[in-house]
């Protein structure tokens, strides 16, 4: 059984490109949460997606956006890239409220 | 905003040694997690706590929801080497939602004593 997958593993960007990141969910799993962990800190939350509607969202600029696909993978699209958007991307799923399963990331290095 | 304040930021330890790390919170949380992070994964579950006062373990590990529920301690008894990793707290806050949005501490990284 495939837990969350993440892609790419790592990319390299330079400064106002975008960028799409992917996640596909654990089976049976149909809630979808972004986390940006940048290097030495802990995860902070972007936003939560279900039934393809975003549902909750954290502290960041409009430049991030998501969205949900029928299959319940995700998508996380960061546009106008700042040095500072380099992080490690986490995708985490549930089931409904139920208790969250990581992926291991996608590195972003924005140069 | 809520902030997750957890300590020691780094410890070394020695096989066989007890561990212990805490989180405190400048306000309420109405549930409390510990995840451990490997190089090159994402954090994985290790205990969850859902009541204040609850004392929960797995394992050689065993955490607390405090009273106040502004604080939690998880502690790790007869370490061994692949204990090594970085320790997360996190909480939820004390509102209707998912655990999704979920507020991490920055981490306890714990190593081998040279």
């Known amino acids: 059984d495939a837990g969350v997958t993440q892609s790419p593993t790592h990319l390299i960007k330079t400064r106002g490109q975008q960028v799409t990141l992917r996640c596909s969910p654990k089976?049976?799993?149909?809630?979808v949460s972004w986390y940006q962990q940048a290097l030495g800190q802990g995860p902070q939350f972007i936003f939560q997606?279900?039934?393809?509607?975003?549902?909750q969202r954290g502290n960041f600029p409009d430049r991030f956006s998501g969205h949900q696909f029928p299959n319940y993978s995700s998508e996380l699209n960061v546009n106008a890239l700042l040095l500072g958007d380099s992080a490690l991307y986490l995708c985490?799923?549930?089931?409904?409220?139920?208790?969250?399963?990581f992926g291991a990331g996608s590195r972003l290095t924005v140069l | 905003g809520q902030q997750l304040n957890q300590s020691p930021q780094s410890m070394f330890i020695q096989e066989g040694e007890d561990v212990s790390m805490n989180c405190t919170s400048s306000s309420i949380f109405n549930t409390w997690l510990w995840y451990k992070q490997d190089p090159g994964e994402g954090p994985v579950l290790l205990i969850a706590l859902y009541k204040a006062g609850e004392l929960t373990s797995n394992g050689r590990l065993t955490a607390q929801f405090g009273i106040t529920r502004k604080d939690s301690f998880l502690n790790i008894s007869a370490s061994i080497p692949s204990d090594v990793g970085i320790y997360f707290c996190a909480g939820h806050p004390n509102y209707g939602g998912s655990q999704g949005n979920l507020i991490f501490g920055k981490g306890t990284k714990l190593s081998v004593k040279p």
């Open positions: 985490a799923s549930s089931l409904g409220a139920n208790v969250l399963t």
């Open positions: 089976s049976g799993h149909d809630t």
């Open positions: 997606y279900y039934e393809e509607e975003e549902r």
